[in-house]
């Protein structure tokens, strides 16, 4: 991957991570809720099926009240009736069912288990250790109460939770009990659950299933306009590439032309008139000394031509006196060379702009200077050169015939110079900004303060 695209995942992966938080804390919120609904659920319906056997036990407390009142603690004729009418109670079917035991565990009513009449039970246990018939007796010996353990379904013979309500006949050490099974509640409990966790499935599936594909689409919509960018990005670094290669063949053409038109015929000239001063030195010519003397002239003509390429190329004047003195070299050259005049007005900065700043501002002016010589018909052009508290700015004036208004003038402000000079001036974050009318052309440039090496005004 590449950085843009390892930047794009990292942008997309907090987003990933918030997506799912939420999902997870909505799921979890809502969870709990239906959690806590399905929980009071089964906590009524469980209230609902203690009443309704406290309501049994009471109706067969009501039912055996007049024997058990009026009978004394031995009095066993009473107690075999009082057996009689429990083992006749029922309710709900073959699952409703009163059993009564004494307190030392012995069997005295069972009617779906008959053979455990008789038998002491104390040290029973069900499938999950649970000592029943001696929780049972404690329960009833407390005021009476509930207890959940498992037992033989008689409508199904397998074993099943059930609630029962037990107790106390005080007078005679029994314990009466009841219960009802509640399978039925834990089954609709655990229907319940299912239903829960197959909708918490879903609603993941249901989030994935939306932000998967929105995701991807980010992702693949920032992949497209990275690759569109970097094509931009490309196409341009071949325009700039091209143009590159197109200002470097036209300054190897002008420094050709300018060898070959001046250099080169000045040192032909001087060629020349060496080999005539040899001859006539020969001949014992007097006019020997006038000749040397003019291939001196053309010699010097062709010093100055080069002294002339290589101020162009890179103005010695720039790295050793400064932009200010640069600029006045330049202006005091082009002055001479066009007969224009040209106002020139410059602070002088001392170790406040780095020499690549001093170069772009050099290269702008001079490119500005040529622009004006090749299209305005320009006849007065001011300069000034200013440190503000924003930074350097530049501004070059003249009253030439400007380029609105006119096709090949409107191409070039879209030319390489302009481009060149814009260029130059955000490389170091600053700007150009042309004004154009027909009675003349303004040019601003601007150094951001930033770029000083100091921060102090060494302005003179």
Same mark, same amino acid.
Request: hydrophobic share 40%; charged share 20%.
């Given at each position: 991957?590449? $950085?843009?695209?390892?930047? +794009?995942?990292? #942008?997309?992966?907090? +987003?990933?991570?918030?997506?799912? #938080?939420?999902?997870? &804390?909505?799921?979890?919120?809502?969870?709990?809720?239906?959690?806590?609904?399905?929980?009071?659920?089964?906590?009524?319906?469980? /209230?609902?099926?203690?009443?309704?056997? &406290?309501? @049994?036990?009471?109706?067969?407390?009501?039912?055996? /009240? %007049?024997?058990?009142?009026?009978?004394?603690? !031995?009095?066993? !004729?009473?107690? =075999?009736?009082?057996?009689?009418?429990?083992?006749? +109670?029922? @309710? *709900?079917? /073959?699952?409703?069912?009163? $059993? &009564?035991?004494?307190?030392?565990?012995?069997?005295?009513?069972? %009617?779906?288990?008959? $053979?455990?009449?008789?038998?002491?039970?104390?040290?029973?246990?069900? #499938?999950?250790?649970?000592?029943?018939?001696?929780?049972?007796?404690?329960? #009833?010996q407390k005021g009476g109460g509930f207890h959940y353990y498992k037992w033989e379904k008689p409508s199904s013979g397998e074993i099943a939770d059930k609630l029962s309500y037990a107790v106390a006949l005080e007078k005679w050490n029994w314990m009466l009990g009841t219960g009802l099974y509640i399978d039925d509640v834990l089954a609709q409990t655990n229907v319940a659950n299912l239903e829960l966790k197959s909708s918490i499935d879903r609603t993941f599936f249901l989030v994935a299933l939306i932000t998967v594909p929105a995701i991807l689409a980010v992702f693949l919509t920032g992949i497209f306009l990275n690759l569109r960018e970097r094509k931009m990005a490309d196409k341009k670094l071949k325009e700039l590439t091209q143009r590159i290669i197109d200002t470097q063949e036209e300054e190897r053409t002008r420094i050709a032309r300018e060898l070959h038109d001046g250099i080169s015929q000045n040192l &032909? *000239?001087?060629?020349?008139?060496?080999?005539?001063?040899?001859?006539?030195?020969?001949? *014992?010519?007097? /006019?020997? @000394?006038?000749?040397?003397?003019?291939?001196? +002239?053309?010699?010097?003509?062709?010093?100055?031509?080069?002294?002339?390429?290589?101020? !162009?190329?890179? %103005?010695?004047?720039?790295?050793?006196?400064?932009?200010?003195?640069?600029?006045?070299?330049?202006?005091?050259? $082009?002055? =001479?060379?066009?007969?224009?005049?040209?106002?020139?007005?410059a602070v002088v900065f001392k170790n406040l702009l780095p020499p690549e700043a001093k170069t772009a501002l050099y290269r702008v002016a001079q490119e500005a200077l040529n622009n004006i010589e090749r299209h305005a018909k320009a006849t007065q052009i001011s300069i000034n050169l200013a440190s503000r508290r924003t930074g350097a700015v530049m501004t070059i004036n003249d009253n030439g015939t400007g380029f609105i208004g006119n096709k090949k003038d409107k191409k070039n402000t879209k030319g390489l110079g302009i481009r060149n000079m814009q260029e130059r001036m955000e490389h170091f974050g600053g700007s150009l900004s042309i004004k154009s009318t027909k009675a003349g052309t303004t040019l601003i440039a601007k150094m951001p303060r930033s770029i000083y090496v100091s921060q102090s005004k060494e302005i003179i």
């Open positions: 991957m590449s $950085f843009k695209q390892q930047v +794009l995942a990292l #942008a997309i992966l907090p +987003l990933i991570i918030a997506i799912l #938080a939420i999902t997870l &804390v909505v799921t979890s919120q809502s969870s709990d809720l239906a959690k806590s609904g399905i929980n009071t659920f089964e906590q009524n319906m469980l /209230e609902a099926k203690q009443q309704e056997i &406290v309501n @049994y036990t009471n109706l067969a407390l009501s039912s055996i /009240e %007049p024997i058990y009142s009026n009978a004394a603690p !031995d009095d066993f !004729d009473a107690q =075999e009736r009082v057996k009689n009418i429990l083992t006749q +109670l029922s @309710y *709900g079917g /073959e699952d409703g069912y009163f $059993f &009564v035991y004494d307190y030392l565990g012995n069997n005295l009513v069972h %009617p779906k288990q008959p $053979f455990s009449i008789g038998e002491n039970w104390i040290d029973l246990k069900d #499938a999950d250790g649970d000592r029943v018939i001696e929780n049972l007796i404690k329960v #009833a &032909v *000239g001087v060629r020349y008139v060496l080999d005539l001063a040899k001859r006539r030195v020969k001949s *014992g010519s007097s /006019e020997a @000394y006038s000749t040397i003397e003019k291939g001196a +002239l053309n010699l010097q003509d062709a010093i100055k031509e080069v002294r002339t390429i290589s101020h !162009d190329l890179r %103005p010695a004047i720039l790295d050793d006196l400064g932009l200010s003195a640069a600029l006045q070299a330049l202006t005091s050259n $082009f002055s =001479e060379n066009t007969g224009i005049k040209i106002n020139l007005s």
